[in-house]
């Protein structure tokens, strides 16, 4: 059974930085891997994905602010946040993307608030 195991979580203030990790327990180099997002009753979102040919899309809610990178040396998925605002406030995951097939990990709480 693959494991994902989100870290780098925490309480940011607003326009602050974090950097997330995820490590996978297999090789990652033949998959779209994606981080998703989900806040309180909300559903949860692709915010961004990086393919096998590191080209990477964002949603238009974390473009320009948010950059995904990818060591498949290592398994393991990054999601730097910058200039994070109140409405990143949500559990951090890692899977595939843009369709999960790995069963998902725990997650990682980011908190922005002053």
């Known amino acids: 059974q693959v494991q994902l195991v989100e870290s780098g979580g925490g309480l940011v203030q607003p326009g602050g930085s974090l950097r997330l990790s995820c490590a996978v327990s297999?090789?990652?180099?033949?998959?779209?891997m994606g981080w998703y997002r989900q806040a309180p009753g909300k559903q949860r979102e692709l915010v961004a994905r990086?393919?096998?040919?590191?080209?990477?899309n964002y949603a238009a809610s974390v473009k320009g602010r948010f950059t995904i990178s990818r060591d498949d040396d290592a398994n393991t998925v990054y999601l730097q946040m910058n200039s994070v605002k109140p409405e990143d406030t949500a559990v951090y995951y890692c899977?595939?993307?843009?369709?999960?097939?790995?069963?998902w990990g725990q997650g990682t709480q980011v908190t922005v608030s002053s």
């Open positions: 990086t393919t096998t040919s590191r080209i990477s």
């Open positions: 899977n595939t993307a843009p369709a999960s097939v790995f069963d």
């Open positions: 297999r090789s990652i180099s033949s998959y779209t």
